[in-house]
């Protein structure tokens, strides 16, 4: 009797990584400086904090304000975002050959997660544009875990699925995301087209970083050999 393939999970992060959102992101951010009544931050400045849980990120870019007014940013930011949504101009596709990857890794045996700085309600809404509700089966997200780097995401997609974390690997487009990979223990993939540049996401601990779609399953199964 042989033994049975072990299952592997394929962790994904969805902003810069599965869907290009920057655009709505950078919308509701210049939003909620104009509610405040504050001078607008600069694009670079806020893709650079896209993965980060909303509150951290608040603080990262309004420094020396108190903790509560970064927790009411946070939730204008939301609530812009959440306007954005139901007037249905919210943009964020699919990066090219996002849903090929997709295929080639399920075709592989992979089982697909996503962890991300979303809430939930955010992921799920982002999800259902693209009907891809039922392609990913634990989806971890900043309101029900402690956000990145914190390992805690990967952990709980670890239990949920049952899988060993030398048999797991993260896909992601920030720092964030390779270091809360390595604060896991589990392998991980950056890619070049979100947030943070090659050479950042490689010094941080990414096995290697893919141009595009294309490369990404080639990619896995080279890092997984390891």
Avoid at 32 to 40: E, G, L, S
Avoid at 87 to 98: A, K, R, S, W, Y
Avoid at 104 to 119: F, I, N, R, S, Y
């Amino acid at each position: 009797m042989t033994n049975a393939t072990p299952l592997q999970l394929a962790i994904f992060d969805c902003d810069g990584t599965l869907v290009d959102s920057q655009h709505s992101i950078i919308k509701a951010m210049t939003m909620t400086c104009d509610t405040y009544k504050i001078a607008r931050i600069d694009r670079d400045s806020i893709r650079r904090i896209v993965g980060l849980p909303l509150e951290v990120a608040m603080e990262n870019l309004f420094k020396g304000r108190a903790e509560q007014e970064y927790i009411e940013m946070a939730a204008c930011y939301r609530a812009h975002f959440r306007d954005m949504r139901l007037n249905d101009t919210v943009e964020e596709p699919l990066f090219p050959g996002t849903i090929e990857a997709l295929n080639a890794l399920e075709d592989a045996g992979w089982l697909l997660g996503v962890a991300t700085g979303k809430a939930m309600r955010g992921l799920e809404a982002t999800l259902k544009t693209h009907d891809l509700q039922k392609r990913f089966v634990t989806l971890q997200t900043a309101d029900r875990a402690l956000g990145k780097p914190h390992p805690e995401m990967v952990e709980k997609a670890l239990a949920q699925t049952g899988v060993d974390a030398h048999n797991a690997i993260v896909i992601g487009d920030t720092t964030y995301d390779i270091h809360m990979a390595c604060n896991a223990n589990v392998k991980s993939i950056g890619v070049a087209w979100g947030y943070h540049n090659a050479d950042e996401l490689l010094e941080a601990g990414a096995a290697c970083v893919v141009q595009d779609y294309s490369e990404l399953a080639m990619a896995v199964n080279k890092t997984m050999e390891r």
